[in-house]
């Protein structure tokens, strides 16, 4: 079910973008990073995207994903439709993709959603009754043992409280299979991955009112009774009809205050220039001033990407170039002390092996299991620059490669995409790939 913007977002709360100035936790001066995940990192926090598995092989996209982030949500491949279009047979190759990236990039994963009335496959929205809640709960186990292990949060349920003053549940085929659907999917979560977090996440409960009052009920009904929640996430669409609440950190803390993380999970913000930069910077004071507020997702790179592209919500315009918004995220993430040039490399150690007449070298290192393998590249330059290179990778006879970021595939030989062929001496960069199989132990590179 798609909604528009307008229908979705409430006329509440003042137009005042003021966050009270709480106790920042952020980077000192000494520590000013020059990208978010970076800035975010340094106070403990991760700064996200969400991701669609299409736009992995456009260079720009990849490139911004690779450099700026360091958390990934699949803005719809993890989702029911997705990964259970027939009922019982799962198919996770695109949300798998994004996976392997984020793994490759060193990010997190947010995983997005495992219960939702909205973007359910069409047999599940035939289905009604124990018969639902049954295939529901298969769906969770299923989905969550699949990744189990790799996703730090999930969204175990989304939105599943109604618009407006009445407090209540959303009505929906889910709801209707009983009021404690909700406990169910967050227990069967747990049971299949332990160590992942599991929060609920819901739009209009950024500010208090009386659907994030219904759900602060609901998280301290849970913690009373064990049942297995940890974090809460706020989508935060945010536009001139539904800014950015006053009382938006106030409502992050008291969610906290409850024994729970929170995320802002989906921030995108309408406007352009100063106005559009102001908001964002205040959003991001907002999290940075609440302890367990341990990150912040954007949803989506570039303007072009966005699901309201028309609003222009995003840090980086449809060519790729960062925005007002981003560099006062950037600046407010670093403290205030954002560097106006990117600081010097720092030199690095000439390589202890002498090059070789190729001009670089590659080691491969495997995260493999039963079945199939997930190989990470270190590309690394020779005593001089490299323009570009090439990898060939010997693999183990029966074994396949599915799937390559950072490079381009031939085969089993991998050469270099736009934005990584130049390495500077003794410098290094990555590319993977992921098969089944035994994955290669063995690599030649060549410069180009
Ligand atoms: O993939 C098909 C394509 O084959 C087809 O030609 C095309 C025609 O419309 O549709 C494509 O699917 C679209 C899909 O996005 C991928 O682009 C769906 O129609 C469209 O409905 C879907 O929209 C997504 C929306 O959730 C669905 O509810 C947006 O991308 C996604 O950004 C949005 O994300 C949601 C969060 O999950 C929950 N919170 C709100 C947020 C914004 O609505």
């Known amino acids: 079910m798609k909604r528009s913007p307008t229908s979705r977002l409430v006329l509440a709360g003042s137009l005042g973008l003021l966050v009270a100035a709480g106790a920042l ?16 990192a340094a106070s403990g926090r991760y700064f996200g995207t969400a991701v669609a598995a299409y736009k992995l092989s456009d260079s720009t996209y990849s490139g911004i994903l690779n450099r700026e982030f360091n958390s990934v949500t699949p803005e719809n491949e993890m989702k029911w439709d997705a990964t259970e279009p027939t009922q019982g047979q799962f198919s996770y190759t695109s949300a798998d993709q994004i996976v392997a990236r984020a793994r490759s990039i060193g990010a997190k994963v947010r995983g ?21 809640r049954n295939a529901m709960l298969n769906h969770v186990t299923q989905v969550a043992t699949h990744y189990k292990g790799q996703i730090d949060s999930w969204d175990v349920v989304n939105e599943a409280f109604a618009d407006g003053s009445s407090g209540a549940r959303r009505d929906s085929n889910l709801q209707r299979t009983g009021n ?17 977090k599991l929060c609920y996440n819901d739009y209009n409960t950024d500010g208090q009112n009386a659907k994030s009052n219904a759900v602060y009920a609901m998280v301290q009904d849970f913690k009373s009774r064990g049942v297995p929640i ?43 220039g100063t106005a559009q930069a102001n908001s964002f910077a205040a959003a991001t004071r907002a999290c940075l001033a609440v302890t367990r507020c341990n990150g912040i997702t954007v949803w989506g790179i570039r303007d072009s990407d966005s699901w309201r592209a028309s609003g222009t919500p995003l840090l980086f315009d449809g060519s790729g170039n960062k925005k007002a918004a981003y560099t006062a995220v950037l600046d407010v993430l670093n403290g205030g002390t954002t560097p106006t040039t990117p600081p010097t490399t720092p030199p690095t150690t000439p390589p202890t092996t002498p090059p070789s007449g190729s001009g670089c070298t590659s080691a491969i290192s495997l995260n493999q299991w039963n079945g199939g393998f997930v190989a990470t590249v270190k590309v690394t330059a020779g005593a001089t620059r490299l323009n570009g290179w090439t990898v060939n990778v010997t693999l183990p006879s029966g074994a396949a490669v599915t799937n390559t970021w950072n490079a381009t595939a031939s085969g089993t030989s991998f050469t270099n995409v736009s934005y990584n062929g130049s390495v500077n001496a003794g410098a290094s960069t990555e590319f993977g790939f992921q098969g089944t199989g ?11």
């Not at 909700?182 to 332990?194: S, T």
């Open 230 to 272: 940890d974090c809460v996430g706020f989508q935060s669409h945010f536009n001139s009809a539904s800014p950015l609440p006053s009382d938006y950190q106030a409502n992050l803390q008291r969610f906290a205050n409850l024994g729970v993380d929170v995320q802002i999970t989906e921030l995108d913000i309408e406007g352009s």
């Open 438 to 448: 035994t994955g290669p132990s063995v690599s030649t590179c060549t410069a180009r």
């Open 25 to 40: 936790t952020v980077a000192s001066t000494a520590d000013a990073a020059t990208t978010l995940g970076a800035s975010a």
């Open 112 to 132: 997005h959603a495992l219960a939702w009335h909205s973007q359910q496959p069409g047999w599940a929205q035939s289905l009604s009754g124990t018969t639902l």
């Open 180 to 196: 404690d659907w909700i406990e169910a999917a967050f227990r069967a979560a747990r049971a299949a991955d332990p160590a992942a």
